[in-house]
């Protein structure tokens, strides 16, 4: 169901949503400036209109019959849902993100093109207009980077340097980095060294560093991990006080196997620690991820699935300004992503109408009978969760061994199915209305564990599961329709308002009921 009413539209959030210039809500509404005559669509790179001057419409339609006329630069013909290609903008940033991870080792632009429905020749056009570079040229700029940083920070032969980049030779990779840097890798290498870089060894993980937007409040993100980790594949532990200051307290570091898609089909298997790095400063707003030596193919992947997860792109200030008192004190908090589509899929399924401890249960069950083992410092991590297409083949009957209801059981074999063949896709770059009307036609999902996934899995900020019991509860309210109506001032930030309302409700126990 879209966030938008089909009819009329809340100007206050459309105002609110045309200040995100968010890719997101392009397609959701039109705002039509008066002191011009112009409407536009909500990414338009125009200036922002004063507020008194702006008029909204649902449609392009609407805003025509009102004496409007179409902007020349944002073009509202080709806004989602409006045309048969995908908006510009969002188009260009989904391809980005995609291409960040690995997306062109696999089918190159053609198979990218085909993932996103548009043609490779289009994709090309919208890219270049968005970016001012083709997709080729950004993929190379992303593995450069990655390569330097390699280069740099560890040990690595300058041949796993290349392979882990995204080269698919040693040759391609020294021409390459020759044309950009004008020098060759192992020249960069002697600098780094020469300036005292300090060199990892990859045998103890290979360590990034991901910069956010302050404030994140790190206790309460992985607060929320801790109450929803799967036994055996994720864990949230303590970590011994760093000497980086005195009365530091401990922090809370995240460790989990994660299963990652490499170049030509493959998978990568492998673990991640994320913390806040030790020595913090001014400039210090960075997470640190180490990396398992086995995913050493697959760092882009793992690197934008961490992003993800962490919510690292946020703009808090943004959020804060709508959310108001919700969020007062507690600008930091995040709205948690996910690892793997399928994982959050059998979690959400799993926690329909039962405790968080129970759903913890059967989840670290599941994983535990259909996971592959995967070797680790740490005793607690022991397997990686199953992947939809080793589940897709099985009979539910299989499932419900483990004390899965026979209707739960089943439904996680058919979205397995849908998952593996391609029908449904849970990532960030899908169309949130159309996933979520995908989800809610299979028995057994309802509009809470469509909107809960939203959430999660496609990181849609609008999400809002009105029928949760810990929503209605922190509302005060009865009825999904009495909570739909109370968190209309939050539009289009109704999914962290979630993560607030849940918060209210602390302290949390696993006794909880809440996902």
């Given at each position: ?6 009819q009329t539209?809340?100007a206050a ?7 995100a ?14 002191s ?12 922002t ?6 008029r909204?419409?649902?449609t ?22 409006h045309?048969?290609?995908?908006a510009?903008?969002?188009?260009a940033q ?39 570079v083709?997709p080729?040229?950004?993929a190379?700029t992303?593995?450069l ?17 290349a392979?882990a ?12 980095f ?7 890798p192992t ?12 060199q990892a ?7 990034f560093r ?19 980790t799967i036994?055996?594949v ?17 922090e ?18 492998g ?12 400039a ?7 990396v398992?030596?086995?995913?050493l193919g ?22 804060a300004?709508v ?9 930091g ?11 959050i899929v059998v ?8 405790t ?5 249960t ?19 991590l022991?397997?990686?969760f199953?992947?939809a ?8 009957a299989?499932?419900?061994l ?10 996680i074999?058919e ?5 593996a ?9 899908g169309?949130?209305?159309a ?16 909107q809960?996934?939203a ?8 999400a ?7 929503v ?7 009825t ?10 939050w539009?289009?930030?109704?999914g962290?308002?979630?993560?607030h ?9 696993n ?5």
């Amino acid at each position: 169901m879209s966030p938008m009413l089909p009819q009329t539209v809340d100007a206050a959030a459309c105002w609110r949503m045309l200040r995100a210039r968010d890719a997101r809500f392009d397609g959701r509404f039109f705002v039509g400036v008066t002191s011009t005559g112009i409407y536009c669509r909500p990414v338009c790179t125009a200036r922002t209109p004063r507020r008194e001057n702006c008029r909204f419409f649902p449609t392009a339609a609407g805003a025509e019959h009102q004496g409007f006329r179409p902007c020349l630069r944002c073009r509202p013909e080709l806004a989602p849902g409006h045309a048969s290609v995908d908006a510009p903008a969002r188009l260009a940033q989904a391809a980005a993100a995609a291409i960040e991870e690995g997306a062109l080792e696999d089918g190159g632009l053609p198979g990218l093109a085909r993932r996103l429905g548009v043609t490779d020749r289009h994709l090309r056009r919208v890219f270049d207009a968005q970016f001012g570079v083709s997709p080729i040229d950004w993929a190379q700029t992303h593995r450069l980077l990655l390569a330097k940083r390699l280069l740099t920070d560890t040990t690595l032969a300058v041949t796993e340097v290349a392979l882990a980049s995204g080269f698919a030779s040693l040759r391609r990779f020294n021409d390459a980095f020759a044309t950009r840097y004008r020098l060759a890798p192992t020249d960069l290498r002697k600098q780094a060294r020469g300036a005292g870089a300090a060199q990892a060894d990859p045998a103890a993980g290979l360590v990034f560093r991901l910069a956010y937007r302050p404030p994140l409040d790190w206790g309460a993100l992985t607060g929320f991990l801790a109450l929803r980790t799967i036994d055996g594949v994720e864990t949230v532990e303590t970590a011994p006080a760093a000497p980086r200051r005195r009365g530091s307290r401990p922090e809370p570091v995240y460790r989990r196997i994660v299963r990652v898609p490499a170049p030509r089909g493959a998978e990568r298997l492998g673990w991640i620690e994320v913390a806040r790095p030790a020595g913090r400063g001014a400039a210090g707003h960075l997470l640190e991820v180490r990396v398992d030596a086995a995913l050493l193919g697959a760092i882009p992947a793992v690197l934008a699935r961490v992003r993800r997860v962490f919510d690292l792109a946020c703009r808090p200030d943004e959020v804060a300004d709508v959310l108001g008192d919700l969020a007062r004190g507690h600008e930091g908090v995040r709205l948690p992503g996910a690892f793997d589509g399928f994982e959050i899929v059998v979690r959400a399924i799993l926690g329909q109408q039962i405790t968080v401890k129970h759903a913890r249960t059967l989840a670290g069950r599941f994983a535990a009978a259909f996971g592959e083992p995967v070797a680790t410092p740490w005793p607690t991590l022991r397997h990686a969760f199953p992947s939809a297409a080793s589940i897709a083949g099985r009979d539910p009957a299989e499932i419900g061994l483990l004390g899965i209801t026979r209707q739960r059981s089943r439904t996680i074999v058919e979205l397995a199915r849908a998952l593996a063949d391609g029908g449904l896709r849970l990532e960030p770059d899908g169309d949130a209305a159309a996933t979520i009307a995908r989800l809610v036609a299979v028995p057994g999902i309802g509009d809470w564990t469509a909107q809960y996934l939203a959430m999660r899995a496609l990181g849609w900020p609008d999400a809002f599961p009105a029928s949760d019991v810990g929503v209605m509860r922190a509302l005060g309210v009865k009825t999904p329709r009495e909570a739909l109506a109370a968190a209309e001032a939050w539009r289009p930030w109704r999914g962290y308002a979630v993560i607030h309302l849940w918060r209210t409700l602390a302290p949390v126990t696993n006794e909880t009921t809440i996902p």
